[in-house]
């Protein structure tokens, strides 16, 4: 697996430091954020064009090559000229293809005039919302802007809200199935306890890298410190990871993923009905209402076969639904 593992942000040069040189042992490409993409401005904003110095460090005192996040014209010309090997654009500008296109055109213009010469990839996140053909097409204009120059261009898969989405990066893979695709647990989860699990994942589903984030200090970083983890603890899950990029049934493992996450969103959904049962039931309590009332089930029994059926389900398995939602909503109330 190729993997791109640092801090969110690099905060000062000694916390750059202290997570390359461990690192370097077993994770070939340094990331951090000098740019910050924050919700509030009074928060961090990132270290800005300072940092530049503490990566260029880090490619030639640890010999990792480094990747940071360009959300700007300006931040990529200056990231290329630095001599970033891997850029990488978030999860916020890739709602906005103009942005996107500027970005590539700015890459295109600095590879064309030779400004790019340290440039080995660029990394495409998707958006914080669930939209494939968005995320290819974005992958597309940074395509088209490295073509011919032997840049890689890969997918980075972060999830929106905290979701997976794993039909969207698997639409994306069926798409374009040579370019790389990564999975960012640690944006995807924003859970430092969700992170190996989706790493483990990641193997399983074939991917052919990942992108953590990881602090020396998690608790104490400036941004996102609750889903990051230590270097040592990614050492750990990486050496415990076992890829099968050519399985005969990873697309079966891909559908199962899928059917997993609309499992757990079928349950949350089932916790939300619960939870509107409990408060009718205070109010029957205050009312004097009795709990059951056969005239309401009915209807929406009537109601659901009625729209089910013609959506292609048996009217035995709608009435079951029905039946088994009706009777937990009675014992919760
Ligand atoms: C990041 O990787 O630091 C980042 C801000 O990620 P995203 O754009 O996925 O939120
Ligand atoms: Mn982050």
Redesign the pocket.
């Known amino acids: 697996m190729f993997l791109v593992a640092g801090p ?2 690099a905060e000062t040069e000694e916390q750059v430091l202290a997570a390359a040189s461990v690192l370097r042992a077993f994770a070939p490409v340094f ?1 951090a ?1 000098l740019w ?2 924050r919700s509030q401005p009074s928060t961090f904003q990132g270290a800005g064009s300072k940092g530049l110095a503490w990566l260029q460090r880090v490619e030639r005192e640890q010999g990792l090559r480094t990747a940071t ?1 360009a959300a700007t014209p300006e931040q990529m010309t200056q990231a290329l000229e630095a001599g970033i090997s891997y850029i ?1 654009t ?5 709602a906005n293809p103009i942005a996107v296109q500027a970005l590539a055109d700015t890459l295109r213009e600095a590879l064309q005039a030779g400004r790019a010469k340290g440039l080995r990839g660029v990394m495409v ?1 998707n958006a ?1 919302h669930e939209d494939a053909p968005l995320w290819a097409g974005n992958i597309r204009r940074m395509q088209e802007a490295v073509n011919g120059y032997g840049i890689e261009v890969m997918a ?1 898969h ?1 999830g929106c809200n905290h979701q997976p989405c794993w039909g969207m990066a698997y639409a994306l893979h069926e798409e374009m199935p040579d370019v790389p695709l990564l999975l ?1 647990p ?2 995807l989860s924003g859970d430092a306890k969700r992170v190996a699990p989706l790493c483990r994942k990641a193997a399983e589903l074939g991917y052919d890298g990942l ?1 953590v ?1 990881v602090h020396p200090c998690p608790q104490d970083a400036w941004s ?1 410190a609750r889903q990051q983890i230590m270097p040592e603890e990614l050492a750990g899950i990486i050496s415990g990871l076992r890829t099968d990029r050519k399985a005969a049934d990873l697309p079966l493992r891909w559908l199962r993923a899928m059917m997993d996450e609309v499992d757990d969103a079928l349950w949350e959904t089932v916790h939300r009905r619960m939870a509107i049962s409990r408060r009718i039931g205070e109010w029957k309590r205050q009312t004097g209402v009795a709990v059951r009332q056969p005239a309401r089930f009915e209807d929406i029994l009537t109601r659901r076969i009625a729209t089910e059926t013609a959506n292609g389900l048996s009217e035995e398995t709608v009435a079951a639904i029905c039946h088994a939602l009706h009777e937990e909503s009675i014992r919760q109330q």
Do not use: F, L, N
Not at 90 to 94: D, E, L, S, V
């Open positions: 969110c942000a990331r954020g910050k993409p996040e990488w978030g999860a916020r500008t890739a996140k914080m980075v972060r960012d640690s944006h992108m984030e996102d």
